[in-house]
C-alpha cells in the first residue's frame, strides 16, 4: 500500500537516538548500565535536517498536517544536535494551527539553551514541550536515571519565560505517589499549562517500586555516574 504523504494528519517522528538519561524501562539502555547494542553506533544516531525537510515538506507543513509529535523511542529529541534548526525549519512553514508537540527529560544543557527555544517556538501557538518529571527533588533521579531535578525545573522555568508552553508528564511510581499534589502546585506556580500523570502497574495492582534499584545505582550499581 502506498501512502500519500501529503494527506496525513499528523506524524510522530524520532529524530535521534541520543539520550544522555539512562531511565531504567528505556529501550535504549540495558538495565540502565550501557546503551543496548541494537541500536548501532553514534554517527548514525542523529537524523540529518535534510532528511525531515525532504519527508516533511513545506507544503505538508502548511496545509495538510495537523499535528506533529517528537517523541523518541530511542532518545530525547531536544538533545538532537540540530534541534533548533528542526523548530526554526517548522516555525517557518507552519500553518497557524499546526501542532507541535515534543517529549524531552528536559535536564541536558543550560536554561540559556532552553530560553532559545522558548523564544524560537513562541510564534507557534500551539506548540508544547512535554518535560517528563517523575517526582521532586528527592526521587525524580529514581527512575530518570543521570538527570536531576533542579536542572530540570530550572530548564522548564527558563523555556516558559522566554514564551515558551510547557507541559509535565508525571509517571506515578511507589516512591513518588506521594507527591503528586505537591507537584501540582509547583506546575501552577512556574508557569506549566498542565500536569498528567501517567501510572505504571505492577502485577499486583499498585505502582512499580524502583527503591532497591535507587539503592544499588547510589552504591555504584545501576547507572551509577
Known amino acids: 500500500m502506498i ?4 494527506k496525513l494528519d499528523w506524524i510522530q517522528i524520532d529524530i535521534t537516538a541520543r539520550c544522555q538519561a539512562m531511565c531504567l524501562e528505556c529501550a535504549r539502555n540495558i538495565e540502565g548500565k550501557e546503551v543496548n547494542p541494537d541500536i548501532n553506533t553514534a554517527d548514525t544516531w542523529d537524523m540529518p535536517l535534510e532528511v525531515f525537510q525532504k519527508a516533511v515538506t513545506p507544503n505538508m507543513l502548511k496545509n495538510s498536517l495537523k499535528k506533529i509529535i517528537f517523541n523518541g523511542n530511542f532518545g530525547d529529541p531536544c538533545i538532537h544536535p540540530d534541534f533548533l534548526n528542526f523548530c526554526q525549519y517548522i516555525v517557518d512553514h507552519a500553518h497557524e494551527d499546526l501542532k507541535f508537540n515534543v517529549s524531552t527529560n528536559g535536564a541536558m544543557f543550560k536554561p540559556e539553551y532552553w530560553t532559545k527555544v522558548g523564544k524560537l517556538l513562541s510564534p507557534l501557538k500551539n506548540h508544547s514541550i512535554i518535560f517528563g518529571i517523575d517526582g521532586l527533588s528527592d526521587t525524580h533521579h529514581i527512575y530518570r ?20 508552553y510547557a507541559d509535565w508528564q508525571y509517571i506515578i511510581f511507589d516512591h513518588n505517589k506521594h507527591q503528586t499534589e505537591e507537584a ?11 500536569i498528567f500523570f501517567k501510572g505504571l502497574k505492577n502485577e499486583e495492582g499498585g505502582a512499580r517500586n524502583f527503591t532497591k534499584a535507587a539503592d544499588k545505582h ?3 550499581g545501576i547507572g551509577a555516574k
Do not use: C, W
Open 3 to 6: 501512502i500519500d504523504k501529503n
Open 145 to 164: 536515571r543521570n538527570t536531576k531535578y533542579e536542572d530540570v525545573i530550572n530548564n522548564a522555568k527558563a523555556f516558559i519565560d522566554a514564551g515558551g
Open 184 to 194: 501540582k502546585q509547583i506546575a501552577k506556580e512556574l508557569g506549566f499549562n498542565d
Open 218 to 220: 547510589k552504591s555504584g
